[in-house]
Every structure is written in structure tokens, then in C-alpha cells.
């Protein structure tokens, strides 16, 4: 649609939002890692602080407000704040200080948070011009939704508006008025137990390797690997035959589900592992999404096939919708789409072994096979 000229001229250069509107996702140099992916952080309360500077009378009280007065209100449970700084000097004085759990900052000295959320003009590059700073707090619910947005005023009554905002905020789990459940599929039955006991087999015969996870760096989509964040063991089947019955079992008993609630028909499987996360290992991994790299991006649904269920610890949970956490029986599935923050609880009796694969269709497959020229040295090449 084209806008006239002079509607045009009125549009404001701030990007501007409101209640209910989803918050960009962005990665941004911070107190708590040079590269902290917001969209992490969700399955909380999540308040952002725009207050720019805390050179200032007013970013100082602000900075107060939450770093002493307030204090006791962020625990990371319920509720998290990040504030935003774009002046080089909070970092360099120490005036903005991460204090864990619930407060870290981020550095913002480029203006990419700022630029995405409306405290600078979307259309102007950092550090060129003086701009006015628009400062405001924003709350986000637990699915990275805004809540509730405050303006700074003159007087300071902002920052006791808020705290009492936030003091007032229902559970987590209870934060639509009520729990709401996670919006993925359970299907019992999709392996036969003398099938999941083959598979068992397999992964005790051959032995699994340390499987790590898939990061962006530099531009390219490379493995990681950090004990801290993820602890399991893979063995890889790449016998024909038995590829062969894995997809099979998927197509007739997956799908059709997945075709049925999500009205997508998935085509494609990657990855045909049994992993193991053992008690012994600490076995766990922390909330992540699926597709959030390049080589990654073509993820439509995560499929967990539980082949045991003979242990403790090791549930799927999903923090954007509540604490609940989920076991599949033995032979079932739980099938999530791959956007979805999702966590697996640290085993502590037995071992959790699983089936593991990715689904995606023939539009999916053409955007892997186009990320090959994304994919960093020992992550292997894909073609349609």
C-alpha cells in the first residue's frame, strides 16, 4: 500500500509497541555473556529497563530503584530484569552491576536493542547524530509478550508504579489467569517395547559420544559443546534396514498427527540417533529452541520417543508455558514445534534413552540445503 507523502512525514521514527504485541528477539553483548540471546531468557517475567544512561540523576535513581531499593523483587523465578544501557561509561564505572539472580545489563553501545524497541530512531546509524532518548520500562509475560509498557515522568513516580506492578503479578504458571498447557502432541504407542528394546540395544553394544549443540558464530553455524548446558551421549544408527523401520513407524503413527492439529505434512526426517541421558553423567539439558542457527532454521518439529521409562528426572518441559514438565511412556512421543523453548530435566536414578529425530518438508529442505555456505568446519553438508 502506498502511504501519502504527508502521512509519511508524520510517521514517527521510533519504533513504537503495544500491550499484547510480541517483543523482538535479539542477541546483544551483556554483564552476563558477550552474546546473550534474549529469546533464552524467557518462561519468567522478563522486565526491560531502557534507561540509557546512568550518568544522569535520572538513570541513577532508576538504577537504584532496582538495584537497592528494590532488590528483593528478582529472584529469576518469577521475575528477571535487564536493564539497557547505551552509554559506554555504566560499564566503565561500574554504575549498572549484574547482582544474581535477576539483574544483568545490557551493553548496548551500537543501539540494536535500542533501534528494535523505540528508545532511538529505527533509521539512525549509532554514534552518528545526537538523538533524544526515549526511556521507559517494558513488561513482558513469560511468553515474550508485552504485558504492560511505563514512560518515564519528570517527577519519578515511574519507578514506584512499577514495583508495585510487579509485586502485584499473579504465579507464573497462573499468568493468563489460569495454567496454559503446552501446545504439543503426546502419542503414546509410537514404538513397539521389543522395538525400543532393540534400539536400547544397540546404543549398550556400540556406546554413544558427547553430543554438543549447534551455535552461530561469526556468521556460521558451528558445534559446541558446554557440560553445563547440555550432558548426553548419541550413538548413531546408519544401517539402512533400520532407517528404513524408524521412518516408517514415524510416517504412520507421527504424522498423521502432526497433519491433523498443525495442518503441516512433514516429508523429511534428520537425524536417526539413540541418546542416553544418564544419571551417572548428570545427564540434562538446559531451555533451548531448535532452529535458531542457520544450519538449524530448517526445523519444523522435534520429535522425543521415550525407549525406556525405568528413571527419574529427565522430563521435557516447556518454561514459556509453565513449570509442568512432561514424560512420555514408554514407546510414545512428544512432539513439539521447533521454535519452542524446551528444557530436559538432569536425570538422577537410571538412564533415559530416546529417539530423537527432526521433521520438515520439501520448502524446509530447499532452505537447508541453501545454509550449506553457512555451515562451519565439521557440520556436514546437506543435499535436497
Given at each position: 500500500?502506498?502511504?501519502?507523502?504527508?502521512?509519511?512525514?508524520?510517521?514517527?521514527?521510533?519504533?513504537?509497541?503495544?500491550?499484547?504485541?510480541?517483543?523482538?528477539?535479539?542477541?546483544?553483548?551483556?554483564?552476563?555473556?558477550?552474546?546473550?540471546?534474549f529469546e533464552a531468557a524467557a518462561g519468567r517475567y522478563?522486565?526491560?529497563?531502557?534507561?540509557?544512561?546512568?550518568?544522569?540523576?535520572?538513570?541513577?535513581?532508576?538504577?537504584?530503584?532496582?538495584?537497592?531499593t528494590h532488590r528483593?523483587?528478582?529472584?529469576?523465578?518469577?521475575?528477571?530484569?535487564?536493564?539497557?544501557?547505551?552509554?559506554?561509561?555504566?560499564?566503565?564505572?561500574?554504575?549498572?552491576?549484574?547482582?544474581?539472580?535477576?539483574?544483568?545489563?545490557?551493553?548496548d553501545f551500537d543501539g540494536v536493542v535500542g533501534?528494535?524497541?523505540?528508545?532511538?530512531?529505527?533509521?539512525?546509524?549509532?554514534g552518528k547524530v545526537q538523538v533524544a532518548l526515549r526511556r521507559f520500562w517494558m513488561v513482558l509475560n513469560p511468553t515474550l509478550r508485552i504485558r504492560a509498557i511505563f514512560p518515564f515522568r519528570n517527577d519519578g513516580s515511574d519507578r514506584e508504579e512499577v514495583m508495585?506492578?510487579?509485586?502485584?503479578?499473579?504465579?507464573?504458571?497462573?499468568?493468563?489467569?489460569?495454567?496454559?498447557?503446552?501446545?504439543?502432541?503426546?502419542?503414546?504407542?509410537?514404538?513397539?517395547?521389543?522395538?525400543?528394546?532393540?534400539?536400547?540395544?544397540?546404543?549398550?553394544?556400540?556406546?554413544?559420544?558427547?553430543?554438543g549443540?549447534?551455535?552461530?558464530?561469526?556468521?556460521?553455524?558451528?558445534?559446541?559443546?558446554?557440560?553445563?548446558?547440555?550432558?548426553?551421549?548419541?550413538?548413531?544408527?546408519?544401517?539402512?534396514?533400520?532407517i528404513g523401520q524408524l521412518q516408517r513407524r514415524i510416517i504412520r503413527r507421527v504424522n498423521p498427527e502432526i497433519e491433523k492439529v498443525h495442518f503441516f505434512q512433514p516429508t523429511r526426517m534428520e537425524r536417526y540417533i539413540v541418546s542416553c541421558y544418564a544419571a551417572e553423567d548428570g545427564g540434562h539439558f538446559r531451555a533451548h529452541r531448535d532452529n535458531t542457527t542457520k544450519g538449524t532454521?530448517?526445523?519444523?518439529?522435534?520429535?522425543?520417543?521415550?525407549?525406556?521409562?525405568?528413571?527419574?528426572?529427565?522430563?521435557?518441559?516447556?518454561?514459556?508455558?509453565?513449570?509442568?514438565?512432561?514424560?512420555?511412556?514408554?514407546?510414545?512421543?512428544v512432539v513439539f514445534s521447533a521454535p519452542l523453548l524446551h528444557a530436559v530435566s538432569k536425570v538422577t536414578s537410571g538412564r533415559r534413552f530416546a529417539f530423537l529425530p527432526f521433521l520438515y518438508d520439501e520448502a524446509a529442505a530447499k532452505i537447508r540445503e541453501a545454509s550449506n555456505a553457512a555451515l562451519g568446519e565439521g557440520v556436514g553438508a546437506y543435499k535436497a
Open positions: 500500500m502506498t502511504v501519502p507523502a504527508s502521512a509519511a512525514s508524520q510517521r514517527s521514527p521510533y519504533r513504537a509497541f503495544q500491550v499484547g504485541d510480541p517483543a523482538p528477539w535479539f542477541v546483544q553483548n551483556s554483564t552476563a555473556n558477550p552474546q546473550f540471546h522478563l522486565v526491560l529497563c531502557f534507561y540509557g544512561t546512568g550518568s544522569d540523576e535520572v538513570g541513577r535513581e532508576t538504577l537504584r530503584a532496582f538495584q537497592e528483593d523483587l528478582f529472584d529469576d523465578d518469577k521475575i528477571a530484569l535487564f536493564g539497557v544501557s547505551c552509554d559506554p561509561s555504566d560499564l566503565s564505572e561500574a554504575r549498572a552491576r549484574q547482582i544474581v539472580p535477576g539483574i544483568r545489563h545490557f551493553w533501534r528494535l524497541y523505540g528508545t532511538i530512531p529505527h533509521d539512525v546509524a549509532s508495585a506492578y510487579l509485586r502485584a503479578l499473579p504465579p507464573v504458571d497462573h499468568f493468563a489467569g489460569f495454567e496454559i498447557p503446552a501446545p504439543i502432541l503426546i502419542i503414546p504407542d509410537v514404538f513397539e517395547p521389543a522395538f525400543c528394546q532393540h534400539l536400547i540395544g544397540l546404543y549398550q553394544e556400540h556406546g554413544g559420544e558427547e553430543s549443540f549447534m551455535r552461530e558464530v561469526d556468521g556460521k553455524t558451528v558445534a559446541a559443546h558446554d557440560p553445563n548446558h547440555k550432558r548426553r551421549k548419541d550413538f548413531t544408527i546408519t544401517d539402512p534396514e533400520l532454521a530448517h526445523r519444523r518439529f522435534a520429535v522425543s520417543v521415550n525407549l525406556n521409562d525405568d528413571f527419574e528426572g529427565g522430563e521435557v518441559s516447556f518454561p514459556e508455558y509453565g513449570s509442568r514438565s512432561y514424560k512420555a511412556p514408554l514407546g510414545g512421543a
